[in-house]
């Protein structure tokens, strides 16, 4: 049986009128990394301050390695949280920013100097051991929390939003150089986060968050392919919808009325009654430009009405020509030449088109 | 050619103005203690050290003196340490009427020391306590006190909470948050509170005069000497007592916003 890092259950807590969690029951495998993802107001930063010890929810429990944790101080836990402004001790040098967990645990000065060293070496900083934190740069110091963080061995480490300070490159570059420190340590690593692609390159298991609920739950591939919702998916990257009625659904085929007519598709495990409303969700890169293929179902012909570089493709804006106000966003290649004014026919493969409740 | 207008003269006559009416006096004074002659007035006849050594040589100045330092540094201390404890427990922690305590901690800035010397002299009486440099001490603390609270607490920021929580997240106890984090972070502020705190029981005199009796602080004594008339050993010993003040906010300058401009 492999144990749970972090087992929450039916969590509610809000500020005011606010609900900030609702409900929220969530288990986190060990040394998964797992992000908490949402916009802001979602509970992700509540959630994660339930977790640390910070917040003592006013419904639920929080079990940690199976032992209930609810309403234990965050000093007596077996968690450490990387703070979003980092937190560093600013009248101490680094080495001893480092080993203060492990002073505060009565650890003798050599044993928790040597672990500091160790520490700081794993995330490449053994030689500015002695620096004060104003000294060192923004990513520097991100890494001096990280490893102050982990230097006490907790069984969860907490990452609030860590590399919302850092600039565009050095957030990319921080983000794997994190999976690959929790790879080795082989911590349970929590990070919240509203970035998706952050999320995405980052976790082993995203948990998409709104308004105090959980939206979606999964690997990264699942929840961006598959979407359990429709707020899940329009967070996660781009998404076109369209509304329909299901006709009927055989062990085959799920017949769904649209606006573009009748679609047939081959038939999904969820079931559907026939009258029930949907949400058909289509990722910009699906959408196929040009005459259809055999397999593919025909959406139409809309106009190209706006078209975007965006650097490894084009993103174009079209409209429907038969439903008027439908607005659909598809990838065009790089070599494409999209024009606007242009009309094209627009098809989908049955596998790409995503199903939701409405 | 250089032409002055009669603007610029104006205003250098202002500033010259200003700077005299502030300094005039101590400069006056400070020159007479240096009188060879009886009177500490027009015509300085002569440059002599001999008030300042009637001043070394007069034990109950000596004594108030160092009445005075020790009071100014216990005082101070205490001032320090009770504003310290109050400005963390009101930034840090719920309390209720947060705004009202805030108020009530401050307040006594407001109220002139005279009040608060008669204040403190019938509830002295009231309880027993006889006249003494502790209850001058006391009234130190009153006035210092919510100074200290007032500087302390401005220095208390949101960062410096989240830093806080940091170290309780790593296992510190409270006293250990306090004493490892919260105190070496804000020390610019204790010792700047210190100091001036310092520089205010330091010449202090109508609290001192209230609540003291056969061992004074040296203002007190002062007072006492000028009761009989002014010689220039009052001017000598002025001048000590303002040199000190100048020292203390000298150190105060060099070693608190100096280092606190720094980091």
Not at chain 1, 71 to 90: E, G, H, I, N, W
Not at chain 1, 251 to 273: A, C, H, K, N
Not at chain 2, 25 to 54: H, T
Not at chain 2, 193 to 201: H, Q, R
Request: glycine content about 8%; proline content about 5%; some cysteine.
């Amino acid at each position: 049986m492999t144990q749970l890092a972090v087992d929450v259950r039916s969590l509610t807590h809000s500020y005011g009128d606010f609900k900030a969690l609702d409900n929220v029951s969530l288990a986190v495998p060990n040394g998964a990394y797992t992000v908490l993802l949402g916009p802001s107001g979602s509970g992700k930063t509540t959630l994660l301050s339930v977790l640390g010890g910070f917040l003592v929810p006013q419904q639920g429990e929080v079990l940690i390695e199976g032992r209930d944790m609810t309403s234990v101080v965050p000093a007596k836990r077996p968690t450490t949280t990387m703070f979003q402004d980092y937190a560093l001790f600013p009248h101490m040098s680094i080495a001893d920013n480092v080993a203060f967990g492990l002073r505060m645990r009565g650890v003798g000065k050599k044993e928790r100097l040597t672990k500091a060293m160790e520490m700081l070496s794993l995330v490449g900083l053994a030689d500015e051991k002695s620096k004060k934190p104003h000294q060192l740069s923004g990513g520097q110091r991100q890494r001096v929390a990280l490893a102050r963080a982990l230097a006490v061995d907790p069984v969860v480490l907490l990452l609030d939003e860590p590399l919302g300070a850092l600039d565009l490159k050095l957030r990319r570059q921080m983000q794997s150089e994190l999976k690959a420190i929790q790879r080795e340590v082989g911590t349970t690593f929590v990070h919240v986060t509203h970035d998706q692609e952050e999320a995405m390159a980052i976790g082993d298991e995203i948990v998409v968050m709104n308004k105090g609920r959980i939206e979606d739950l999964g690997p990264p591939e699942r929840v961006y392919l598959k979407p359990s919702s429709r707020f899940s998916a329009g967070f996660m990257g781009q998404s076109s919808f369209v509304s329909g009625t299901v006709v009927s659904q055989d062990p085959q085929t799920l017949q769904i009325d649209t606006v573009f007519g009748r679609l047939r598709v081959p038939t999904r495990e969820q079931i559907y009654s026939a009258g029930s409303a949907v949400v058909l969700s289509m990722r910009p890169e699906h959408l196929v430009l040009g005459t259809p293929s055999a397999i593919n179902l025909s959406l139409g012909t809309a106009t190209i009405r706006d078209v975007t570089f965006q650097g490894a493709h084009h993103l174009a804006k079209l409209q429907h020509l038969d439903a008027s106000g439908l607005e659909l966003t598809a990838q065009v290649p790089q070599s494409g030449h999209p024009q606007v004014g242009m009309e094209v026919q627009v098809s989908i493969h049955p596998d790409h088109l995503v199903i939701l409740k409405d | 050619m250089k032409r002055f207008s009669g603007r610029s003269i104006a205003s250098v006559l202002y500033a010259l103005a200003i700077y005299g009416f502030i300094f005039l006096p101590v400069v006056v004074l400070v020159l007479f203690s240096f009188q060879d002659g009886r009177f500490p007035i027009p015509p300085f006849k002569g440059f002599s050290l001999r008030w300042y050594e009637a001043v070394l040589a007069d034990r109950r100045l000596m004594e108030a003196l160092t009445n005075s330092l020790v009071v100014a540094i216990l005082s101070s201390a205490m001032s320090v340490l009770l504003g310290f404890l109050a400005a963390y427990g009101i930034a840090r922690f719920m309390l209720p009427a947060k705004g009202l305590q805030r108020g009530l901690l401050t307040a006594p800035l407001t109220v002139s020391y005279l009040i608060i010397g008669m204040g403190l002299l019938i509830t002295f009486n009231w309880l027993g306590i006889p006249k003494s440099l502790l209850a001058a001490g006391i009234g130190h603390v009153v006035i210092n006190m919510p100074l200290c609270f007032a500087i302390i607490y401005s220095q208390m920021g949101d960062h410096q909470a989240n830093i806080e929580r940091a170290a309780r997240d790593l296992g510190a106890r409270e006293w250990q948050v306090m004493t490892l984090i919260t105190a070496p972070m804000l020390w610019p502020a204790l010792f700047a509170s210190f100091f001036l705190s310092m520089t205010f029981s330091w010449d202090e005199f109508i609290i001192s005069f209230l609540l003291t009796r056969f061992d004074v602080t040296l203002p007190v004594e002062i007072w006492n000497l000028l009761r009989s008339g002014l010689n220039p050993k009052t001017n000598a010993v002025g001048s000590l007592v303002f040199g000190i003040s100048v020292v203390l906010l000298l150190v105060l300058e060099l070693v608190v916003f100096r280092k606190a401009k720094r980091s």
